[in-house]
């Protein structure tokens, strides 16, 4: 993996804020229509906040 800048740092698909470099960090990998998702999410608990709002 390699390090990125604050410049190229995805934001979160919970609350937006942008995603840093740190161990609360939590990637969600999926393959959708044949293409590799990644969706990033500051913390555990801005991943399940997304989950539970696109489980229902």
Same mark, same amino acid.
């Given at each position: 993996? $390699?390090?990125? $800048? #604050?410049e #190229?740092? !995805?934001?979160?698909?919970?609350?937006?804020? !942008? *995603?840093? !470099?740190?161990?609360?960090?939590? *990637?969600?990998?999926?393959?959708?229509?044949?293409?590799?998702?990644y969706?990033?999410?500051?913390?555990?608990d801005?991943?399940?906040?997304?989950?539970?709002?696109?489980?229902?």
């Amino acid at each position: 993996m $390699t390090d990125s $800048t #604050d410049e #190229d740092s !995805p934001d979160c698909r919970s609350c937006g804020d !942008p *995603v840093g !470099p740190s161990s609360e960090q939590r *990637v969600v990998t999926s393959v959708e229509d044949a293409e590799t998702v990644y969706r990033h999410f500051c913390s555990d608990d801005c991943r399940e906040q997304w989950e539970s709002s696109n489980s229902a």
